[in-house]
């Protein structure tokens, strides 16, 4: 009868009692709390049972608008009585302990922290003080701690620091009331400066009479405190402190013990407590330095091994594997200097830059080892292995160009009109009238001038030259001239077909001693039949090509010393015409079978053998070890599956490169040829656990250091002898070649080998391109390569890229291809200590391994690696010449040569575009007036699909295609295919013989030290000054860190907006051009991606050519194009790696896009411009305000996440996720390693 009437006493529904009770308890505040305390015990123990039995009345308490925390918090802080001060506590943590988050903001924001304070400090002045107060005040601060920012610097000030170390140290024993003070201690070391005071007090020592001896009893508060312990010793004064009391020892003995004995496993959090604590105190050397000596590496490697078979336990295995890593001793590169092993002295060097830096260094001081312990606290707090990714501080708009008046393009050209008038020379399609040319001619008599010669006709040494200003003559067209390439091409090919009677009187006789193809020859099969050949419309002669040829099994035995390597020798015995005897009349029988005697070596060139597998003046074999006059080959041509490749021709362009190394071989890959696999090629899945594997077997290194072979098979740094001869038992290496990229390779273990590749030449960094050759494998034996000196901190061959591979054997049996290999690819950090001088200043830093593990499919084969599919300077020049001969009456090309490089190679200038139809003045002004486009490649040398997209470019332009012809009537192309030749041909990475990147040289060119971007800027300048300038500019590159091909270009307004910058409307106008393109190739181009474009100027990238070219000449549609290196995650392509094919067709996509844009910007009227943009692409715009027109890509997404996986160093676990947020690119400016083009 009377429960009915007490849930409803005085009319009140029960849900509104507590109202009434705190507001009883909001008038007993002040001196009446003290007065009444009977009273206010019994309204606040009313209080907590209705919290704690109505779910309703806690959330009244705390509803929006209610002042129930004020009161509360008011009542606690005027209460004296120590049951009262406990309801209270009592009262918060049940409402603290639902709907913790905003509850706790609340309970912050009122000032309730700084009161429980200040009642434990009151309260630890009572002598005894109250146990239980002091539990309940420390668990409500266990549970606050973490969700007020400022908790650790208010413990320090209130003085509940001392309170807390005094109440640990009285109770010991006393595991109820130990616990909330331990979780509390634990919050306070969160605070640096607090964990260095709570040092001082001698914390550190108590924790670890806490934590030992092993003992199974009270877990939970040993869980505790080794957490308080681990975030006490993330500061490096109690790291010193736990080394210098000898715990390291101590903690590692505690590990194995609790490793032994938790044999299921129910402790892991304790055993994972300890290891961090390991962790932490090894960020400091004396810390690593200790616990190498008390065994460490030893004890964590077995008791990680004998963890792995248990998937639950990798967050163990992980932390393990960090602190193993971190502890492995820092070792030198297993290099005499880190400068490249190649010298070239420079003509002049700039007095400030590191190139300056680089010659100012005595002998010596290049690579020093720095154990320092700048950068590693933030790596271990992180538990990350990237160290170069975005800090959390760090702003996302940090090399924004925020600079207005650097933002408007100043149009300037900046030199005057007389020292660029030499370059009028190169553009004589603007002022030629085609005055007496025959229309109606033949292919012959359309041959359009040369200034320059693109392959030399003498391969004799020669020294430097000074740089060749452009001032060659160059003829009209109406002077039916044969170009002086076109007499090189004729004199290559003048011994396979009858040349026209002009080329025959061109050609000087002295010149085809020099030209000769003294070594690879066609030839009867002494064997067989005799074999049938058939001339090629071009006039080369072709022998047809068997997929699969069977005379490839039948020189399995030779090829040791056979194809050792593909070199062309003067032996004065052979020519061209010798080995052409067996050339039948057209029409006979086609077989398939090319002979080559090998080693082939160049003309005049030192016939000793450098280096590679095999035959060398090194070892006991030789050249001719094979019938005494070398192996002889046969193998299948590849003229009809690749119509625009000739090995003879390239052989000859060989001869005509010049290179620091002198290089006397020619890589087979380059000689026969790259014909793309009709087969997919997808993204490679990464194995759980692969890296974890591989740094296990590093470690290995240091535990069982006596099953380390350690042998080095191939040294650079000896130029004499680079191949170390042996008994047969190891691969043997070779890079002596154009483009070839290896310094040394080191047997590690039988089967495995360290590589270490060279510096580009006057630098002491820039290791990622790598072109190099293997002979002597066992067939169906796994062999693994670790490429040792990476520098960047992240690769896509983290994320499904594979190296790339090319088999002789395979080549042999009509199947020449470059095909991605390699299986347990990963890429992580290791134990090789990165020079500050090289790293830009940073201390601390380490190289980088790529690792991959291959299996070899022939006996007895010789097999390239390389990074991306090669493309070497000869490739271009056979290339081009091998366009000049597609050529038709209504083609125009020209083939300049821009200048020389330092090296003293040319550089091509092409022009391409249509014939006027006849020569009368509306055709020669229709001619003249075409709107250019400007292009250019391969300014860095490593980013070689640059090459293969340029190459798709020049082969739609020169191609029969109506949209081809469309194209070439619509613009004049000048074309600049390789801006760093000499980089190109000495396998350097990124920069140019100056050693430094060409890419950032474009505001002021050194004439002598950048001779291809200075002449190439002038050429832009030259087109300012004319009122010509180029409507697109774009400059092919390529990208390691992202997938799909992009654009970058420049927006003032788009810069704006990335930035926190003010501007006024005029400051924002301007034309959305710009964004057309780049929207046309991703509706057109499959393998473009939108979203990953971006048209932010940023600081680091102002002397860029995008940049410079936007700012300065003034071209609104300024670019560079960036093609993957990996594959494509969008589109038709995603999920595959990318190959030549694609890249060839994203060239060819391009050349469309720009047919699209003839159209469009052929509309007056702009807004027209805008809406058909929109109705062809498909992309929905607003307005803002009248003058901002905003696309749906406005900001776009910069660069892919990167995110290491779980085994990396990612203790907790997490999957790896490599599509993540989208986040900023921004390059640290102390990293000149950035994929910043």
């Known amino acids: 009868m009377n429960k009915p009437k007490m849930a409803t006493e005085k009319g009140v529904p029960s849900n509104s009692r507590i109202v009434m009770l705190l507001g009883q308890l909001e008038r007993m505040n002040g001196e009446a709390m003290v007065r009444d305390v009977e009273t206010a015990r019994q309204v606040t123990t009313k209080i907590l049972h209705l919290i704690q039995t109505q779910e309703k009345s806690g959330k009244e308490v705390m509803s929006k608008g209610s002042s129930g925390m004020e009161v509360i918090l008011a009542s606690l802080e005027n209460s004296r009585d120590v049951q009262t001060t406990l309801n209270i506590l009592y009262i918060l943590s049940e409402l603290l302990t639902v709907g913790r988050g905003r509850r706790m903001g609340v309970f912050v924001s009122?000032?309730?922290?700084?009161?429980?304070?200040?009642?434990?400090?009151?309260?630890?002045?009572?002598?005894?003080?109250?146990?239980?107060?002091?539990?309940?005040?420390?668990?409500?601060?266990?549970?606050?701690?973490?969700?007020?920012?400022?908790?650790?610097?208010?413990?320090?000030?209130?003085?509940?620091?001392?309170?807390?170390?005094?109440?640990?140290?009285?109770?010991?024993?006393?595991?109820?009331?130990?616990?909330?003070?331990?979780?509390?201690?634990?919050?306070?070391?969160?605070?640096?400066?607090?964990?260095?005071?709570?040092?001082?007090?001698?914390?550190?020592?108590?924790?670890?009479?806490i934590i030992a001896p092993y003992s199974k009893k009270n877990t939970s508060l040993l869980k505790v405190a080794l957490d308080a312990l681990g975030a006490l010793l993330k500061s490096k004064t109690n790291a010193r402190r736990a080394v210098d009391g000898s715990h390291v020892p101590a903690l590692l003995a505690l590990y194995l013990d609790w490793h032994r004995n938790d044999a299921r496993h129910r402790h892991m959090l304790i055993r994972k407590g300890l290891l961090v604590c390991l962790r932490n105190i090894t960020n400091i050397k004396l810390g690593r330095k200790a616990f190498i000596e008390a065994d460490g590496m030893r004890i964590l490697y077995n008791t990680s091994t004998e963890c792995l078979p248990v998937r639950t336990l990798d967050p163990l295995i992980n932390t393990s594997s960090l602190i193993m890593r971190k502890c492995f001793p820092?070792?030198?590169?297993?290099?005499?200097?880190?400068?490249?092993?190649?010298?070239?002295?420079?003509?002049?060097?700039?007095?400030?830059?590191?190139?300056?830096?680089?010659?100012?260094?005595?002998?010596?001081?290049?690579?020093?080892?720095?154990?320092?312990?700048?950068?590693?606290?933030?790596?271990?707090?992180?538990?990350?292995?990237?160290?170069?990714?975005?800090?959390?501080?760090?702003?996302?708009?940090?090399?924004?160009?925020?600079?207005?008046?650097?933002?408007?393009?100043?149009?300037?050209?900046?030199?005057?009109?007389?020292?660029?008038?030499?370059?009028?020379?190169?553009?004589?399609?603007?002022?030629?009238?085609?005055?007496?040319?025959?229309?109606?001619?033949?292919?012959?008599?359309?041959?359009?001038?040369?200034?320059?010669?693109?392959?030399?006709?003498?391969?004799?040494?020669?020294?430097?030259?000074?740089?060749?200003?452009?001032?060659?003559?160059?003829?009209?067209?109406?002077?039916?001239?044969?170009?002086?390439?076109?007499?090189?091409?004729?004199?290559?090919?003048?011994?396979?077909?009858?040349?026209?009677p002009s080329a025959t009187s061109r050609t000087p006789a002295a010149s085809l001693a020099s030209l000769e193809l003294d070594t690879i020859h066609l030839t009867k099969d002494h064997d067989k039949k005799e074999e049938t050949h058939i001339p090629t419309p071009d006039g080369h002669t072709t022998l047809s090509s068997s997929m699969h040829s069977p005379q490839g099994q039948m020189i399995e035995q030779g090829l040791p010393h056979a194809l050792d390597c593909v070199s062309l020798e003067d032996k004065g015995a052979l020519n061209v015409e010798d080995g052409l005897k067996g050339v039948k009349q057209e029409g006979s029988p086609v077989n398939a079978t090319r002979h080559i005697q090998s080693p082939l070596l160049l003309g005049d060139i030192a016939t000793r053998r450098m280096g590679g597998g095999g035959g060398s003046d090194c070892g006991s074999e030789g050249a001719e070890d094979e019938g005494g006059e070398g192996a002889v080959l046969e193998v299948p041509d590849t003229a009809l599956l690749l119509p625009l490749h000739?090995?003879?021709?390239?052989?000859?362009?060989?001869?005509?490169?010049?290179?620091?190394?002198?290089?006397?071989?020619?890589?087979?890959?380059?000689?026969?040829?790259?014909?793309?696999?009709?087969?997919?090629?997808?993204?490679?899945?990464?194995?759980?656990?692969?890296?974890?594997?591989?740094?296990?077997?590093?470690?290995?290194?240091?535990?069982?250091?006596?099953?380390?072979?350690?042998?080095?098979?191939?040294?650079?740094d000896i130029p004499s002898c680079p191949v170390i001869e042996d008994n047969g038992e190891s691969l043997k290496f070779n890079s002596q070649f154009e483009s070839g990229n290896l310094r040394k390779a080191v047997q590690v273990r039988k089967y495995e080998y360290d590589l270490v590749l060279n510096s580009d030449i006057n630098s002491n960094h820039y290791h990622q391109w790598f072109y190099l050759e293997v002979s002597g494998m066992r067939v169906g034996t796994t062999y693994r390569f670790n490429i040792i000196n990476c520098e960047k901190s992240n690769s896509q061959f983290n994320y499904g890229m594979q190296v790339l591979?090319?088999?002789?054997?395979?080549?042999?049996?009509?199947?020449?291809?470059?095909?991605?290999?390699?299986?347990?690819?990963?890429?992580?950090?290791?134990?090789?200590?990165?020079?500050?001088?090289?790293?830009?200043?940073?201390?601390?830093?380490?190289?980088?391994?790529?690792?991959?593990?291959?299996?070899?499919?022939?006996?007895?084969?010789?097999?390239?690696?390389?990074?991306?599919?090669p493309y070497t300077y000869s490739t271009l020049k056979m290339h081009l010449a091998k366009l000049e001969a597609l050529r038709t009456p209504h083609i125009y090309l020209r083939q300049d040569v821009l200048c020389e490089t330092l090296g003293g190679n040319t550089c091509p200038l092409l022009t391409i575009t249509a014939m006027p139809e006849s020569n009368s003045n509306d055709h020669i002004c229709q001619f003249r007036n075409r709107p250019l486009i400007f292009l250019s490649a391969r300014v860095h040398p490593g980013e070689t699909n640059a090459s293969w997209v340029m190459k798709g470019t020049l082969e739609f332009l020169m191609g029969t295609s109506p949209l081809a012809a469309s194209l070439r009537e619509a613009y004049i192309f000048k074309i600049v295919p390789m801006l760093n030749p000499d980089g190109v041909i000495n396998g350097n990475h990124r920069c140019s013989l100056s050693g430094e990147d060409l890419n950032r040289q474009w505001q002021n060119p050194n004439p002598e030290l950048h001779p291809t971007i200075y002449h190439t800027k002038s050429l832009l300048q030259y087109l300012a000054h004319i009122q010509r300038a180029p409507l697109v500019f774009c400059d092919y590159h390529g990208h390691s860190r992202k997938k799909n091909v992009f654009m970058y270009g420049c927006s003032v307004k788009e810069t704006v907006w990335q930035s926190n910058i003010s501007a006024t409307s005029s400051d924002l106008h301007e034309d959305l051009g710009y964004r057309t393109l780049p929207k046309i190739l991703?509706?057109?181009?499959?393998?473009?991606?939108?979203?990953?474009?971006?048209?932010?100027?940023?600081?680091?990238?102002?002397?860029?050519?995008?940049?410079?070219?936007?700012?300065?000449?003034?071209?609104?549609?300024?670019?560079?194009?960036?093609?993957?290196?990996?594959?494509?995650?969008?589109?038709?392509?995603?999920?595959?790696?990318?190959?030549?094919?694609?890249?060839?067709?994203?060239?060819?996509?391009?050349?469309?896009?720009?047919?699209?844009?003839?159209?469009?910007?052929?509309?007056?009227?702009?807004?027209?411009?805008?809406?058909?943009?929109?109705?062809?692409?498909?992309?929905?715009?607003?307005?803002?305000?009248?003058?901002?027109?905003?696309?749906?890509?406005?900001?776009?997404?910069?660069?892919?996440?990167?995110?290491?996986?779980?085994?990396?160093?990612?203790?907790?676990?997490e999957p790896e996720n490599e599509h993540g947020n989208n986040v900023h690119e921004n390059p640290d400016h102390l990293d000149q390693l950035s994929d910043s083009y």
């Open 330 to 500: 820092k070792n030198r590169l297993p290099v005499p200097t880190i400068k490249s092993a190649f010298h070239y002295q420079l003509p002049h060097v700039l007095p400030v830059g590191p190139v300056a830096q680089l010659y100012s260094q005595p002998p010596g001081v290049d690579d020093v080892v720095d154990d320092s312990d700048d950068n590693e606290e933030t790596e271990a707090e992180t538990d990350t292995d990237n160290e170069e990714d975005e800090k959390a501080h760090r702003t996302l708009n940090d090399d924004i160009e925020t600079d207005l008046n650097k933002l408007h393009p100043t149009k300037s050209p900046g030199r005057p009109f007389e020292e660029l008038r030499v370059y009028e020379r190169f553009f004589l399609e603007l002022s030629e009238d085609f005055q007496g040319y025959n229309f109606e001619g033949s292919k012959g008599a359309s041959s359009t001038p040369s200034s320059g010669s693109l392959s030399s006709s003498s391969s004799s040494a020669r020294c430097t030259r000074p740089i060749i200003v452009p001032t060659a003559q160059a003829l009209s067209p109406k002077h039916m001239a044969t170009p002086a390439s076109q007499e090189i091409w004729n004199s290559i090919k003048g011994q396979h077909t009858q040349p026209p």
């Open 646 to 716: 000739d090995p003879d021709l390239y052989v000859e362009m060989v001869k005509g490169t010049r290179s620091v190394p002198q290089y006397a071989e020619v890589a087979y890959p380059d000689y026969f040829g790259h014909v793309a696999p009709t087969f997919k090629e997808p993204l490679l899945e990464r194995v759980y656990g692969v890296q974890r594997s591989k740094i296990f077997q590093d470690i290995e290194r240091l535990i069982h250091p006596n099953d380390i072979l350690d042998k080095v098979v191939y040294d650079l």
């Open 1082 to 1213: 991703s509706q057109i181009a499959p393998a473009f991606s939108m979203a990953s474009c971006s048209f932010v100027v940023e600081r680091s990238k102002e002397a860029t050519a995008r940049v410079v070219v936007w700012r300065e000449i003034g071209v609104q549609r300024s670019y560079t194009m960036e093609s993957t290196l990996c594959g494509c995650d969008q589109g038709k392509y995603k999920g595959l790696q990318i190959g030549t094919r694609e890249l060839e067709e994203m060239g060819a996509q391009f050349c469309v896009a720009l047919l699209r844009l003839k159209r469009l910007t052929g509309l007056r009227n702009h807004q027209h411009l805008l809406d058909l943009e929109s109705d062809i692409i498909g992309t929905q715009s607003k307005v803002v305000s009248p003058t901002t027109y905003v696309m749906e890509e406005d900001e776009p997404s910069f660069l892919e996440a990167i995110d290491y996986s779980a085994e990396s160093d990612n203790e907790d676990g």
């Open 110 to 209: 009122k000032g309730g922290t700084g009161i429980l304070f200040q009642i434990l400090t009151s309260a630890s002045k009572e002598l005894p003080p109250s146990e239980e107060l002091m539990l309940q005040l420390h668990s409500l601060l266990a549970k606050v701690g973490p969700k007020d920012r400022k908790f650790g610097v208010k413990a320090r000030l209130s003085g509940a620091l001392n309170v807390t170390i005094s109440l640990i140290k009285q109770n010991l024993q006393n595991a109820k009331l130990l616990l909330p003070c331990l979780q509390v201690l634990r919050v306070y070391s969160a605070n640096s400066v607090n964990a260095i005071s709570l040092g001082k007090n001698g914390v550190v020592e108590l924790m670890f009479k």
């Open 805 to 869: 591979m090319y088999s002789v054997q395979e080549a042999i049996s009509g199947r020449p291809r470059w095909v991605r290999t390699g299986t347990d690819i990963c890429y992580y950090k290791n134990h090789f200590a990165r020079s500050s001088i090289a790293a830009g200043g940073q201390k601390g830093k380490s190289y980088f391994t790529l690792t991959f593990s291959t299996t070899f499919s022939h006996k007895d084969d010789v097999c390239y690696f390389a990074y991306h599919y």
